[in-house]
């Protein structure tokens, strides 16, 4: 998802507000959760995001449904805000931008591992102390299984892409047959 300047600019200024009184994670743990319901309930955004009803009557609608979840005050006036300026729609990029602020902020990479069958617990953690050396963060891995790797294991975190997967040997191998002039 390609995450716009407005976004981000909103998803930062909740973050300095989280930063200020400590209450970052639980911000974030509050946007994923309405961004969550939005995504579940695309009738309730589209209400939201329509211009056919009044901002007014938008608002009573959030404020309902607000009430029921038991927000923090700060979220509830940043989803209020969102809605008077006609960006509530884009509480998906902000949910995603603050969920990466965030974990720059406290130092945390997002991996995902790639592998051709199920990864071994104790491999795993071996893996994760590995990409924690390398990359001086604490990394919380997801993991994937893809059989057309054939192989070895793939890692992702942010853009750089680790690739020792089979198919890849495979690929370099046949790239420095045809330099060489193999056919």
Partial sequence: ??????AKRYARALLDIGKEDGKYERYG???KEFAKICSENQD???ILSSPIFSVEERMKILDKVLKKINFSEVVNNFLRVLLERKRINRVFEITEYYSMLLDEFLGIARAKIITARPIKKKTLDKLVAALEKFTSKKVEAETEVDESIIGGVVVRIGNLVLDGSIVAQLEGLKESLKRSGWR
């Fill in 29 to 31: 743990s509050e946007l």
């Fill in 1 to 6: 998802m390609r995450i716009s300047k407005i």
């Fill in 44 to 46: 309730f955004l589209n």
